[in-house]
T-cell receptor, first 116, second 112 residues
Framework: AQKITQTQPGMFVQEKEAVTLDCTYD???????LFWYKQPSSGEMIFLIY??????QNATEGRYSLNFQKARKSANLVISASQLGDSAMYFC?????????????FGRGTSLIVHP | NAGVTQTPKFRILKIGQSMTLQCTQD?????MYWYRQDPGMGLKLIYY???????DKGEVPNGYNVSRSTTEDFPLRLELAAPSQTSVYFC???????????FGEGSRLTVL
């Protein structure tokens, strides 16, 4: 079974609008971390945001926020005020605690295209 | 400010050839990883290491070998290259088991 599921292969958004990229995860470990990475067409992996399983508040980093719903096991990325430069692949990842040896697992990614 | 450095960035191999992808990090990270990325499949873990002298298999280790003789270096060896190994390879590191992964720029390998 996949540990990280990203159900949206592709998403389109108008410039300046907000967009939500979905991510659900599967773990029985009470200690885990959730990450989002951006991969532009140039290929590098850029870290965006992190949420720990014990964090009480949703993580935010500038225009990025992580909508963490622990009971539903979802960790959606919200990008506010989309920019053309946000067009990229986005990967959700999870690192499980001691039971998972702290090894990150990645989803298949969502391709985001921002239209002018 | 090097971070994680991978070489080479591009390589074409013939079936049956061998090669080593080099990876070096200067952040004194204990954990290092090799992932491969195929279109539409995300990143799959090949091998990882939690410290010098310690390596372990990931999800897709067949056809690859690694070593970790120092904290800084984590080379990935491809023996008897096959077309199925055509992919983009990423090396990454992290501090212990916490925090984000720091990635190299990737190495695009084509096996013909």
């Amino acid at each position: 079974a996949q540990k990280i599921t990203q159900t949206q292969p592709g998403m389109f958004v108008q410039e300046k609008e907000a967009v939500t990229l979905d991510c659900t995860y599967d773990t029985s470990d009470p200690s885990y971390g959730l990450f989002w990475y951006k991969q532009p067409s140039s290929g590098e992996m850029i870290f965006l945001i992190y949420q720990g399983s014990y964090d009480q508040q949703n993580a935010t980093e500038g225009r990025y926020s992580l909508n963490f719903q622990k009971a539903r096991k979802s960790a959606n990325l919200v990008i506010s005020a989309s920019q053309l430069g946000d067009s990229a692949m986005y990967f959700c990842a999870m690192r499980e605690g001691p039971g998972g040896s702290y090894i990150p697992t990645f989803g298949r990614g969502t391709s985001l295209i921002v239209h002018p | 400010n090097a971070g994680v450095t991978q070489t080479p960035k591009f390589r074409i191999l013939k079936i049956g050839q061998s090669m080593t992808l080099q990876c070096t990090q200067d952040m004194n990270h204990n954990y290092m990883y090799w992932y491969r990325q195929d279109p539409g499949m995300g990143l799959k873990l090949i091998y990882y290491s939690v410290g010098a002298g310690i390596t372990d298999k990931g999800e897709v280790p067949n056809g690859y070998n690694v070593s970790r003789s120092t904290t800084e270096d984590f080379p990935l060896r491809l023996e008897l290259a096959a077309p199925s190994q055509t992919s983009v390879y990423f090396c990454a590191s992290s501090h212990l088991g916490a925090g984000e992964l720091f990635f190299g720029e990737g190495s695009r390998l084509t096996v013909l």
